[in-house]
């Protein structure tokens, strides 16, 4: 058996990872994986029924998963809430908890939904690219300061730190991942300005020796964020720092036309975690409006990555394709011609597909 925990958490969570389940299931009918789900929660949902945000349980029962499929977590309704105590906590424990050093973005512009990009179509017709972001160093952990005084001026600052080891690590994920796709490696850094990025580079380097079947080329990432609106099509996989990482990859998700069918996973050295990259949107929570593919994206990604099982995967992100090019759309990708269904029922189309 294949244990998967679901982490709903709070808002469209709930909705939309149960629609990712219920795809799940029918893919074990098919491919006979033997999967089996059990539910914890986490974020806000989790606070009113524990008083924290994750819990030890759910952390370890995490940690002794073949994978955990998380749904979103937030809300106005805990806004007030101190920090320590916040739904987002949960997201930042499950992170430390599990080591997820990777955090892996695909952006994909389907041709079904080309025009509803913000770029030219002829720009991003073919994109299909992954950014392999570090995930747990770099500057967002380094040494820092909030306010100190020096020559009577007041100043903040923060460190950017990277071992080899933390750059081997996320690096050799990448070439591997390049190996499988359409073997393209871009790596991106500030190695002109930056010494932390000039370790980078080096050790990115040493590391292209193994994987000579890999094309490597290099970006500074003023030029990467200004290649990926004028020609995202060239790009298959791109890695990069933690906080560079960041910015280009929600820079990414916008190019598809609509972040409810961006999915994303993170690696880590006990588990992985695979969830949408939108928020819990409770305004519209229980409406039967939310977009379930990110989350369906995302479960396909457990099976690719967790399980070693591309042929399910593929099956999954097939029936997603069919579904749009039989024009079928929920509310935020909708426009006129086609054919408008809620969160509930594409699901069930999405199952029909496979």
Known sequence: MKKIIVIPGDGIGQEITACAVKVLEKIDQKFNIGLEFETRDAGGTSYEKFGTPLTDEALS??????????????????????????????????RKGLGLFANLRPTKV????????????????????????????????GPRCESETKDGVEQAWDTEIYSVPEIERITKLAFETAKKSRGKLTSVDKANVLAASRLWRKVVNDMAKNYPEVELNHLYVDNAAMQLVLNPAQFDII??????????????????????LMPSASIGELTSLYEPIHGSAPDISGKDKANPM?????????????????????????????????????PDIFSDGFKK??????????????
Not at 239 to 259: K, P, R
Not at 303 to 311: P, V
Not at 312 to 320: D, F, L, T
């Open 61 to 94: 029962a995490c940690k002794n998963a073949d994978g955990v499929l998380f749904g979103a977590v937030g809300g106005k309704k805990w806004d007030s809430l101190p920090v320590h105590l916040r739904p987002e906590k949960a997201i930042f424990g499950l």
């Open 110 to 141: 389907y041709p079904e939904l080309i025009n509803s990009s913000p770029l030219k179509p002829e720009l991003v017709k073919g994109a299909d690219l992954l950014i392999v972001r570090e995930l747990v160093g770099g500057i967002y952990f």
């Open 239 to 260: 890695v990069t720092n933690n906080i560079f990482g960041d910015i280009l990859s929600d820079e990414a998700a916008v190019i598809g036309g609509s972040i409810g």
């Open 294 to 330: 990110g989350t369906i994206l995302s479960a396909a990604m457990l099976l690719r990555y967790s399980l070693n099982r591309a042929d399910a995967a593929q099956a999954i992100e097939s029936a997603i394709e069919k579904t749009l090019d039989d024009g079928w759309r929920t």
């Open 341 to 354: 269904v809620g969160t509930n029922r594409v699901t069930e189309i999405i199952c029909d597909f496979i």
